[in-house]
């Protein structure tokens, strides 16, 4: 909407020469009375960079934010796992002492479960870490991440987990890539997948998706993945989703994901 001109007058001119030294005084008045406010403002401002700084080079093996949304409006299923932690421990129980995780933002799953009691646990990161913080690319360093291609087969021997969990990756792939994904994650679990996967109705950002991950997500539905584990000879594990829920029904946990369980290959 454009602005209307402001008409000014004689008259006006002329009040502002005849009270000028009223309106500069107010002026400076105004401006003293502000610059304390605005010094702490600016003092707070500054705390909080650095305290993100901090954490960025230190905190939680990477960009907390970019938990939070890896794209523009979009919900990330790595946040749920991090939700999911204490039920999925009280659901699986020693079968979380040895977990591996795969997806975006692994290196923050990864240090949240190192931090769990007698649990040991490793990531694979299917996309770059340029970005990441000093301790996530320390953890690579480690070999403790690994950044790898899931659409081939993982370089880990069969059952080296006794879990392995997957959040956002399987969406960015292909059926064609699926179906060799899906089963290579079993081979390498011993007690158990378990997938967390967007739901349809949840839309993304595509443009900041393809920029990243080279396209955007295929958010599938329920009876699509229950169908599509039976094609790859994945069998659904009821019994361990009983547990899962009942625990999650027991914390008040309700998962913005869907959340699949899948028994390993004997």
């Not at 796992?81 to 795969?102: N, T």
């Not at 087969?153 to 399987?170: E, G, M, Q, T, W």
């Not at 990243?212 to 790859?232: C, D, E, I, N, P």
Request: glycine share 8%; net charge positive; charged share 25%.
């Amino acid at each position: 909407m454009s602005r209307r001109p402001v008409n000014l007058n004689l008259d006006t001119s002329r009040r502002f020469g005849d009270n000028g030294g009223a309106l500069f005084s107010g002026s400076s008045y105004s401006k003293s009375k502000s610059s304390p406010i605005l010094l702490v403002a600016l003092v707070a401002v500054g705390a909080l960079l650095l305290l993100a700084y901090s954490y960025s080079g230190r905190g939680g093996g990477g960009n907390l934010k970019g938990v939070v949304s890896r794209v523009e409006g979009d919900y990330s299923c790595t946040v749920e796992v991090h939700r999911a932690i204490p039920v999925l421990k009280k659901a699986y129980g020693d079968s979380m002492h040895k977990v591996l995780h795969v997806g975006p933002d692994t290196c923050t799953v990864v240090s949240k479960l190192l931090s769990e009691e007698e649990t040991e646990a490793w990531g694979v990161e299917p996309y770059d870490v340029e970005d990441a913080g000093r301790s996530c690319k320390a953890l690579v360093r480690k070999d403790i991440v690994r950044v790898v291609d899931i659409k081939y087969p993982l370089p880990y021997r069969p059952k080296s987990f006794s879990l392995v969990l997957v959040s956002d990756a399987l969406d960015y792939l292909s059926e064609r890539y699926l179906n060799r994904t899906l089963p290579d994650l079993a081979r390498v679990s011993s007690d158990g997948l378990v997938v967390f996967t967007g739901y349809p109705r949840k839309q993304r950002a595509k443009a900041a998706e393809v920029s990243k991950f080279g396209r955007a997500a295929k958010l599938r539905s329920t009876s699509w993945w229950s169908k599509f584990f039976g094609q790859v000879s994945l069998e659904e594990n009821d019994d361990a989703a009983k547990k899962f829920n009942e625990a999650a029904t027991k914390m008040s946990y309700v998962s913005n994901c869907q959340v699949f369980h899948l028994k390993s290959f004997n």
